[in-house]
């Protein structure tokens, strides 16, 4: 999803997201949130700034706006990547 030369700094962008005071949820949640910030940002690094400072102010306005928030985003997760995901063609 992003460049090569920006993949190192993404992990690291992705990985100090911070557990959010007293969220019970978090533990559960974070890598679902990590994914939101990912399928919003469309691999552009501005976009993933602006997806993890909106998951800083309520992770869950986040999950909404990347359609994670309800029962089916396993799939729709899936439809996401699927779209970013070069084919390989046989």
């Known amino acids: 999803m992003f460049p090569a030369n ?3 700094e993404v992990l690291g962008q992705l990985s100090a997201l911070a557990a959010p ?3 019970a949820d978090w533990a559960e949640a974070r890598e679902r949130v990590q994914m939101a910030a990912l399928v ?3 691999g552009d690094s501005a976009q ?3 997806a993890l400072a909106l ?8 999950l909404v706006a990347a359609g994670l928030a309800d029962s089916d985003w396993p799939e729709v997760l899936r439809r996401a ?3 970013d995901v070069p084919q390989n063609e046989a």
């Open 55 to 62: 998951a800083a102010l309520d992770w869950r306005d986040l």
């Open 81 to 83: 990547l699927a779209r």
């Open 40 to 42: 919003l940002s469309g």
């Open 48 to 50: 993933l700034s602006s």
């Open 21 to 23: 005071a007293a969220e």
């Open 6 to 8: 920006e993949q190192v």
